[in-house]
């Protein structure tokens, strides 16, 4: 027997910064939308804990007991008083190390399946605290669709979306780091007062419309600065989306891919053409959102 969920990636519409806290997390309002790129995490009983990828970028992904779907699995046997002894395969298709929280995705959907494999009967609620533990955007992973998470981002609260959004996302010939992301946050907001973090009204308001303009105009990344910083690069995608008509145009997350939101499926489609030409990336996706969390298959 064996269990398969697929987990979406994400982009976040908004992402407010706050200052570094003591225990060097920094406080978010992190608005999260869930897009129709996915992983797919297959569990399968074995004689003891392995990991399995494939797919593209498979080769940078940890296969060791640090990957986060092998984190979820101890976690969830530790939990039951079980050993973890399933092999993990990760048919990937969200980009490694892009800002789209493949990885968080990863842990997400081996959790599910392990529940569901070892009929260990978590709650739902047990499932999310444990995904908190795993990493901040891991639960979100779980729940999918729109929600704005708080604190480090894993306190979710789900929000009311009217419609659909379409994207493009370019992917960036090299990946950066999320802990040097922030630090670089941190450098360069030293000496100013940052501004608790709260989620906008305009662009909650977007998003429950269905409202692409509105949403366009509303979107926003205080990590893009930093990103730009280590990346200066990304700035001439940004461009070249910008340029092709795209509604919008941010890093999505820590970066570096880079997220377009246009009008409709065929405005993206030209944005997507126009970012393939322009020498500034190395692939290119559409996808479309909100949609739903890890299910199983």
Partial sequence: MSVTVRVPAKVNVQLAVGAARPDGFHDLANVFLAVGLYDEVTVTPADELRVTCEGPDAAEVPLDRTNLAARAAIALAARRGIEPDVHIHI???????????????????????????????????????????????????????AALGVGRGEQLT?????????WVFAMAERGLSTPAVFREFDRLAEGREIPEPVASAELLRALAKGDAEALAAAVSNDLQPAALSLFPELADTLEAGRGAGALAALVSGSGPTTAFLARDAGAAEKVAEALRSSGTCRAVRTAEGPVAGARVL
């Fill in 91 to 145: 048919a990937k298709d969200i980009p490694v190390a892009g800002g789209m929280a493949g990885g968080s995705a990863d842990g997400a959907g081996a959790l599910l399946a392990c529940n569901t494999l070892w009929g260990a009967g978590a709650s739902r609620a047990e499932l999310l605290a444990l995904c908190a533990e795993l990493g901040s955007d891991v639960p979100f992973s779980l729940v999918g669709e």
């Fill in 158 to 166: 789900v929000l009311e979306t009217g419609g659909t959004f379409h």
